[in-house]
Structure formats: C-alpha cells, structure tokens
C-alpha cells in the first residue's frame, strides 16, 4: 500500500503552492498525494487556462507521486451557488489530473429522514460531469462526540448513500479520527464500509473516554499513535476487506490550537504561533517513518 499525505499541511501553512508541496513531500519519500483542493490558496479553483492544474501533473509524474485523491471544498451550505461551481470545478480538475477519488462532506440536516434525500438530491447535479470524468465522489464521515445533527457517522449511513446515489459515482472516505470522536469502532465500521471504501482520511485525537471534557476531545489531526485511537482495529480491518486505495495522512501537527489568549503588556502575545520551517520538516519527516511503521507492522508497506 502506498504512503500518501494531504498537500494542505504544506500549503496551508508555507507556500501555497502544491507542486512545490508534491516537491516537498516526495522528498521526505511519501508515494502518493491527497491533493487539498478544499484549501482556497491553492489556486486550482481560479485557474481559467489550467496552467497552475498543468504543472502539478508535470510535477507529479517527475516526483512518481501518484495522485490518488483530493479533498473538495466544502460547507454545509447547499444553497450557496459558489460551493456548487467550486465542487464543479473540482471534479474538472480532477478529472484532468487522473485523481479518482474527490472527497466530499455530505450536509448535516435537523431530520435524520432527510439526509439522504438532500445529499442525493444535491450531489445529484454533478453526474454529468462525473459521467465525463470517471471521478468517484467519496462521502467522508464527519460529526462529534457532541454533535446531534450529523448523520453520517456510521458505516450504515454512509452505506446507505451510496446505494442511493449508486456505486458508479460514490464511494466512502473513513476518516479515523471522525470516527473516534464519535465514537465508532473502527474495525466494525470499515469492514462494514468493504467494497465501498474508495480511500482513507488516517489521523488521531483523544475521545474523552478517561477525562469527559470538550478541551480534549477535538478534531486535532494529530499523527497517527497520538492518540486513543485503536489502530489496529483500522489495520486489520483494511486487510480485512482488501482495500486497495492509499494509506493516506491527513494530519496538520504541529498546529497551536489556542483557545484562551494570554495578554501581556496590553497584548495578545502568540509568539510560538508560527511554526519554524524546520520543525514542520522534521515533523513531516517522522510521521513519514510512523506511517512505513505502521504499513510494514502489517505486511503493507510498498517500495
Ligand atoms: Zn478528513
């Protein structure tokens, strides 16, 4: 199975620019890309000529980087006409690049009776354009630990939409840690999930079993074996099911998340926020070894 890392850890916080984050990344030997196209600095969404959608895919195949997935804009906001153009040229983009997978976050609803009419009905507009394409929408899990509205937080929801939108153009994204502070088994759901699993969002937290208390429990992306996720419960269930896709990151440490602001001398004072170059190298570095870790723990890992 192939290491792969979401280009957002590198482009949120450095160069907005993904082909020197495939540069970047490939480096430290990750095999395969998440492309983060959800992230607005990218640039792929306003890219009238293609040039910038051009040269990640020169730049790709020079690093041997396979591009097996992307993350889409999203928002729970289905009425809102710029997220429908952006999903839109999302999937164009993708479809240019060869990536077969476009994550997507279904919308949240009040009435559970209506998650999938709506998410159907919405993601409905695109088959044209998936049709010409051939990239699969995948629905990620998503939700917290104290959050009443999110539906689709389990392997039988996400089933579910699938079967109702077809298999042709939908997959599912299991994504670890979303499924952590929801507290599903891993290992049920995914082997649940089987065929239908297109690819994998792996990232850990805390899920307020030992110490009830939002401040540790949020959707951290900390690497993986941070946490109190049960990985291999995830492993073996990948096994399990014979999952062919990436072993893909989607982490973002080092992050400082603060939540209370410390004022000194009349100032907010944040100066540990930026994260040196240096520290992020290292840190991507290590998580590349945890990753090969974790793989060749299981007999996965691929040269
Ligand atoms: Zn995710």
């Given at each position: 199975m192939k290491l792969s890392v979401c280009s957002g850890g590198y482009t949120r916080f450095f160069i907005h620019d993904s082909s020197e984050a495939l540069r970047y990344y490939a480096n430290l030997g990750y095999q395969a890309i998440d492309l983060?196209?959800?992230?607005?600095?990218?640039g792929l969404l306003d890219d009238p000529d293609g040039s910038h959608a051009k040269t990640i895919k020169k730049v790709a195949k020079e690093c041997n980087l396979w591009l097996y997935q992307a993350h889409a804009p999203g928002a729970?906001?289905?009425?809102n006409p710029k997220l429908a153009k952006d999903l839109a040229k999302a999937i164009e983009v993708c479809g240019y690049l060869e990536i077969e997978n476009l994550v997507i976050h279904p919308f949240m609803t009040e009435d559970i009776s209506q998650a999938i009419p709506l998410n159907v009905e919405y993601f409905s507009q695109f088959i044209p354009l998936l049709d010409k394409t051939g990239v699969k929408l995948c629905a990620e899990n998503l939700g917290n630990f104290n959050d009443v509205h999110h539906h689709f937080k389990t392997a039988e929801m996400l089933n579910a939409l699938v079967d109702k939108f077809g298999k042709k153009y939908m997959r599912v994204c299991w994504d670890t840690g979303h499924g952590n502070l929801t507290n599903q088994d891993q290992y049920e759901n995914v082997t649940k999930i089987g065929s239908n699993l297109g690819c994998v969002h792996v990232h850990d937290n805390y899920y307020p079993i030992f110490v009830p208390g939002e401040q540790y429990a949020f959707?951290?992306?900390?690497?993986?074996?941070?946490?109190?996720?049960?990985f291999d419960a995830f492993m073996q269930a990948l096994i399990d099911i014979n999952y062919k896709g990436t072993f893909n990151l989607e982490t973002d440490t080092p992050n400082r998340r603060g939540h209370r602001d410390f004022v000194y001398n009349g100032e907010v004072t944040l100066k540990l926020k930026p994260i040196p170059f240096e520290i992020r190298r290292r840190s991507d570095e290590m998580l590349f070894y945890i990753g090969k870790y974790m793989l060749e723990t299981y007999g996965l890992w691929e040269d």
């Open positions: 983060s196209i959800d992230n607005a600095n990218e729970n906001e289905p009425t959707d951290a992306h900390n690497f993986p074996l941070f946490g109190n996720i049960n």
